[in-house]
């Protein structure tokens, strides 16, 4: 076997390697954010004379934050199938709309955040609204570091190109951004809505 | 001035010097220690070497050797908190209070559990791990050779930031576990409550990468040939456990995460006022903490299962019903938590079915043991110091696996609960089973790290001690339970007939210190008999797995040929057929050190230093500079070096002519 075709085959192996200790840490974060959940079930009805669930949610507001993300997630995955077929520039156009996308969402949510501390209704008001701020605060914090991660790699596709390395980067990064996308569904669902329909 | 001291040192002062005569003796040993090891360095002109073939090393058996290292110090020093503990308690009866402060001992029993499982048994955990999975699949390298390295700089960053609280400040008071209110910033202002979160916080995210990264090592870097089911029992013990560690971590993480905000941000998860619930704290807790405890035994099961049938010459018995075993251990594993807190009072159904899991759990490790039994039976036993440690384990494990399940029974568990029968009933679990397992792994491995077998004369009173020792220190214990003492005392009437059975357990713990110092005097005068010891044939046990068809100690790159097996045992099977140099050379690729694992470890020492002493400065610094050296490190390429088959023949054929 040839030095170079002995490498491919080692990175073949790499690549798989990698994508299933991915999937194995995207697991261990979905068990964080199940430990999380569990918290909002159990205080989420401890408001300690401050405001619920009904009294503090906009829907609206939050089907506009829902939808971006979502977009988001579409975009991620044009820019992977774009990487694959070794479109560079159409991959960074796209990485770009989703960093945009992403950081849109998360200013919403920080926007709602601070509105909620400045009526008062912080994270030191009740057992209910530490346990929101901690679970939506915590997908944003996930949200913030795959902003990071994909700004990191669309400075790496404009100096490196569509190397191997970067190739198997964007597959992982956009299992990463569909996984918040799957947490953020069930945010949407079991914080916003049925904290409003209740 | 106040100001500014703030903003550059948080609540950092002199203060935080300790002031009593045994902090400050504690406090200098913690000094001296690593201080008195750079001289020694510097006046050897080690630096460099040290730096080179170690601190930069992404070699597993490295790692695992660091691992072992850290871990066996940590075990003396947590071991001298329970010999402070032991003499407080045999002399603090009636008018005598005993040499150590009601607060002091309070921290000393917390640092005494929180070192003891955090980084004596899970640092010896995955030093072993380490040393042997790569070596047993017949694989080269783990599966990411630069987390392995990040995953043990975490663990020592976690390390260092427990033994700092000696120095600087004051330790937890409030358990190992440091159950709210307690623990929150109202009962707990000071920093202690603070280190320990931190130290376990860093230490905890280490071994989520480190069980991340075996599990894909164990799933995708078996040797041709070797299904799920022809691998060794200690690889299907590991994989069972670092199942459980990455379910159970994350749960840990985010306790303590909910557990910063209440002390940091003034949140409500577990304060008394304000719609905080304490009890659920306790069950985050130990829905990571009853798993954390199958995590620390199934791999030392896993080693019982290879010394057993190694000194027994026999294959081992059950082999199928041992693996189903574990996985059975694994998944009712997560359904006994509440067993810690029957008196929680959920109510008699809740409590019926977590006593009935828990009594449920002990038939599959009741097959363990009967198949190591079986084993043994018409096999040519050689009682060598592993089959010591695993005949003590036996018998002491089934006594206090019986206590476990008479604590199962919810009724009973009200009278035991936090009595000094349930500290001697984990004792008994974790002492000889998790202690006593990687004590027999420890020697039965020794000589294929290191390439000479350990004194076996020293090795026997080592164990003799500890098992007199352990039999001494708790048995008082068991009884003392029953008679009502309960547990975290530091001071009790003299008319409660206490006091004798303290002095007979203190007495235990003091001849365990001297099996302690057997073991020291095994290694050292080991290794200065090394030439005597020295282990030519690569296999010094006759053993049955494939880390002992390599020459000794194991060379970088593990295994010079592709092989490819076809049974379980397969060393054994190929001796068997004495088909043993099979295989061809090939090419392969070998990660290059890199200095960058032991900068993330320092950065996020700094950044938990920093929180712990409300340096915000510093945590922010560290935080950016942590993901800047993340991201420098994704940025590399040329990461591996390319080694012929050419040269590795050449490597391989001067290493068997060593040998």
Request: charged share 10%; proline share 3%.
């Amino acid at each position: 076997m040839s030095k170079v075709s002995f490498i491919q085959e080692e990175m073949a192996q790499r690549n798989e390697k990698a994508v299933i200790g991915f999937w194995i840490y995207l697991m261990t974060d979905c068990v964080l954010f199940a430990s999380l959940f569990a918290t909002y079930a159990v205080l989420h009805k401890n408001t300690y004379g401050g405001p619920g669930s009904k009294d503090i949610f906009n829907l609206p507001y939050v089907l506009v934050e829902t939808l971006i993300l979502l977009t988001s997630s579409f975009s991620a995955g044009i820019a992977t199938y774009s990487a694959y077929l070794y479109k560079k520039a159409q991959t960074v156009i796209f990485l770009i709309i989703t960093i945009v996308l992403g950081l849109t969402f998360l200013i919403m949510e920080l926007s709602e955040f601070s509105h909620l501390i400045r009526i008062g209704d912080s994270f030191r008001r009740s057992g209910f609204l530490s346990s929101y701020f901690a679970l939506v605060g915590t997908h944003g914090m996930h949200i913030l570091f795959g902003l990071i991660a994909l700004s990191v790699l669309v400075c790496q596709i404009m100096i490196k190109g569509l190397n191997r390395n970067v190739l198997r980067r964007i597959n992982l990064i956009s299992m990463f951004w569909h996984f918040l996308d799957v947490v953020w569904i069930f945010i949407f669902t079991i914080v916003y809505l049925m904290g409003v329909i209740k | 001035m106040y100001l500014f001291s703030f903003l550059l040192l948080g609540r950092l002062t002199l203060k935080a010097i300790p002031s009593d005569t045994i902090t400050r003796g504690g406090a200098l040993l913690v000094l001296l220690a690593p201080l008195g090891l750079a001289a020694l360095l510097t006046y050897k002109k080690k630096w460099k070497w040290l730096y080179k073939n170690w601190l930069t090393t992404l070699d597993p058996k490295k790692i695992g050797v660091m691992y072992i290292i850290l871990a066996s110090v940590m075990l003396v020093r947590a071991g001298v908190d329970a010999l402070m503990m032991r003499l407080q308690q045999a002399t603090s009866a009636g008018a005598s209070n005993g040499f150590l402060s009601a607060n002091h001992f309070q921290q000393v029993f917390s640092a005494h559990g929180t070192i003891m499982i955090f980084f004596v048994a899970m640092g010896l955990m995955f030093g072993l791990i380490n040393l042997v999975v790569p070596l047993q699949i017949g694989s080269r390298d783990v599966a990411f050779p630069f987390l392995n390295s990040v995953s043990f700089w975490l663990y020592t960053a976690g390390l260092i930031i427990v033994n700092l609280s000696l120095v600087l400040g004051t330790f937890s008071i409030a358990g190992w576990l440091a159950y709210p209110p307690l623990s929150e910033l109202k009962y707990s202002p000071g920093v202690g409550v603070d280190y320990w979160i931190w130290s376990l916080q860093i230490a905890g995210i280490g071994s989520l990468l480190s069980g991340i990264n075996f599990i894909v090592t164990i799933l995708k870097m078996r040797v041709k040939g070797m299904n799920l089911m022809k691998m060794p029992v200690f690889t299907w013990s590991v994989l069972g456990a670092l199942s459980l560690v990455i379910f159970a971590f994350p749960i840990l993480t985010a306790t303590l995460l909910l557990l910063t905000l209440d002390r940091n941000l003034g949140t409500h998860f577990f304060t008394a006022g304000g719609g905080g619930n304490a009890m659920m704290y306790v069950n985050l807790i130990w829905a990571w903490g009853h798993p954390e405890v199958y995590i620390l035994i199934l791999p030392a099961f896993g080693v019982f299962s290879e010394v057993v049938a190694t000194f027994s010459r026999k294959a081992l018995f059950g082999y199928k019903t041992m693996v189903w075993a574990i996985w059975a251990i694994v998944l009712l594993s997560f359904t006994v938590w509440l067993h810690h807190f029957f008196t929680m009072g959920a109510g008699a159904n809740v409590n019926a079915f977590f006593g009935i899991m828990t009594m449920i759990i002990a038939i599959p490790t009741g097959v363990k043991i009967f198949n190591w039994i079986f084993t043994m039976y018409k096999g040519r036993i050689s009682f060598a110091t592993p089959m010591l440690w695993f005949m003590g384990f036996v018998v002491l494990f089934t006594i206090g696996g019986v206590a476990g399940v008479i604590m199962a029974i919810p009724a009973a568990d009200f009278q035991l609960h936090n009595s000094l029968f349930l500290v001697a009933h984990f004792h008994t679990m974790i002492v000889s089973g998790v202690l006593f397992g990687y004590f027999a792994g420890f020697t039965y491995w020794f000589p294929k790290i290191f390439g000479f077998k350990l004194n076996e004369r020293l090795g026997k009173y080592a164990f003799w001690c500890w098992l007199v020792g352990f039999i001494l220190a708790f048995v008082p214990l068991y009884i003392l339970g029953m008679m009502g003492a309960t547990r975290r005392l530091n001071h009790y009437p003299s008319g409660l007939g206490y006091q004798p059975l303290f002095i007979v357990a203190g007495i235990g713990a003091g001849i365990i210190a001297l099996g302690v110092a057997f073991q020291v005097l095994q290694i050292g005068y080991s290794i200065y008999k090394r030439k005597e010891y020295k282990d030519t044939t690569g296999d010094p046990w006759n053993a049955r797995t494939l880390e002992w068809s390599i020459p000794s100690p194991a060379p970088f790159y593990n295994f010079a040929k592709r092989m490819e097996v076809s049974t379980k045992d397969a060393f054994w099977e190929m001796k068997q057929r004495k088909s043993l140099d099979q295989g061809e050379y090939e090419d392969i690729l070998v990660p290059k050190n890199s200095p960058i694992g032991m900068l993330i470890g320092f950065t996020s020492l700094a950044f938990g230093f920093a929180f712990v002493w409300h340096i915000w400065w510093l945590s922010g610094l560290s935080l950016i500079a942590l993901i800047s050296i993340v991201i420098y490190r994704l940025s590399q390429d040329n990461i591996e070096s390319f080694i012929s088959k050419d040269k590795l023949r050449k490597l391989d054929i001067s290493r068997k002519a060593e040998g």
